[in-house]
C-alpha cells in the first residue's frame, strides 16, 4: 500500500490558477500510474487526469483538457496537478490515487487501488 498526502487546494476567483500535490510514500513511486479524481457535492467521484508511471503518456477528461496538466516527480515521490482557467465548475474536492495494475494510465477509479485524503478546491464567481 502507498500513503497519499495531497496539498495546494483553496479558494480561487474564476479565472485563476492552482497547483495541486500528491506526496507518496511506502512504496517505490514508480510502481505506480496516478490519477487524479474529483467529487464536488451531491455528485460521483469523476476522473480529472492520469499519467503513467514514466510520466511519458497522460490522460485528460474532456471538461479539463487545456486547462489542466497532470506531471510527476519520480525523484521527489510527487504527483501535481497545474490547474489554470479555472471556473466555478471545478469546484470540488481532489483525490490523487496510486495503480498498481497498469503500467500505462487508467480513467477508472476502480482500477486505483490507494487514495489520499482529498483537498478542497474552492472557484468563485
Known amino acids: 500500500q502507498v500513503q497519499l498526502v495531497e496539498s495546494g487546494g483553496g479558494l480561487v476567483q474564476a479565472g485563476g490558477s492552482l497547483r495541486l500535490s500528491c506526496a507518496a510514500s511506502g512504496r517505490t513511486f514508480t510502481n505506480y500510474a496516478m490519477g487524479w479524481f474529483r467529487q464536488a457535492p451531491g455528485k460521483e467521484r469523476e476522473f480529472a487526469a492520469a499519467?503513467?508511471?514514466?510520466?511519458?503518456?497522460?490522460a485528460y477528461a474532456a471538461s479539463v483538457k487545456g486547462r489542466f496538466t497532470i506531471s510527476r516527480d519520480n525523484a521527489k515521490n510527487t504527483v501535481y496537478l497545474q490547474m489554470t482557467s479555472l471556473k466555478p465548475e471545478d469546484t470540488a474536492v481532489y483525490y490523487c490515487?496510486?495503480?498498481?495494475?497498469?503500467?500505462?494510465?487508467?480513467?477508472?477509479?476502480?482500477?486505483?487501488?490507494?487514495w489520499g485524503q482529498g483537498t478542497q478546491v474552492t472557484v468563485s464567481l
Open positions: 499519467i503513467s508511471r514514466a510520466g511519458v503518456s497522460t
Open positions: 490515487a496510486a495503480d498498481a495494475r497498469n503500467s500505462g494510465y487508467s480513467i477508472y477509479a476502480a482500477n486505483y487501488d490507494d
